[in-house]
């Protein structure tokens, strides 16, 4: 059964980190693009990064550009998305996804988790 999960959400201070990690069961992770996105309430989903098959180049939103890096993990089966100099704005629902390739619209991913919840407020 595909699978993925999240986790390393949480509530933290403006300024702070986080890592995010997405797990995958029952495929590789390295054969595809992982994409990670957050979706606020009433507010439409948004990539906030992409690493694509092969790591050629990584994608970042304009918004996170300089604070948040994604990776992968090939021996751990995951891609994580350490989030640096964390604002409000920040804060939103995180889920990771699959692709044949980095696209910025998420009608193109697949496989979603169920999300990790993250919080930046004092």
């Known amino acids: 059964q595909l699978q993925f999960v999240e986790s390393g959400g949480g509530l933290v201070q403006p300024g702070g980190s986080l890592r995010l990690s997405c797990a995958a069961s029952?495929?590789?992770?390295?054969?595809?693009?992982i994409g990670w996105f957050r979706q606020e309430p009433g507010k439409a989903r948004e990539r906030v990064a992409c690493i694509p098959y092969g790591d050629s180049s990584t994608y970042y939103a304009d918004s996170v550009k300089g604070r948040f890096t994604i990776s992968r993990d090939n021996a751990k089966n995951t891609v994580d998305l350490q989030m640096n100099s964390l604002k409000p704005e920040d804060t939103a629902v995180y889920y990771c996804?699959?692709?044949?390739?980095?696209?910025?619209?998420?009608?193109?991913?697949?496989?979603w988790g169920q999300g990790t919840q993250v919080t930046v407020s004092s």
């Open positions: 996804a699959r692709s044949p390739a980095c696209s910025a619209y998420d009608i193109n991913y697949d496989y």
């Open positions: 029952g495929f590789t992770l390295d054969y595809f693009a």
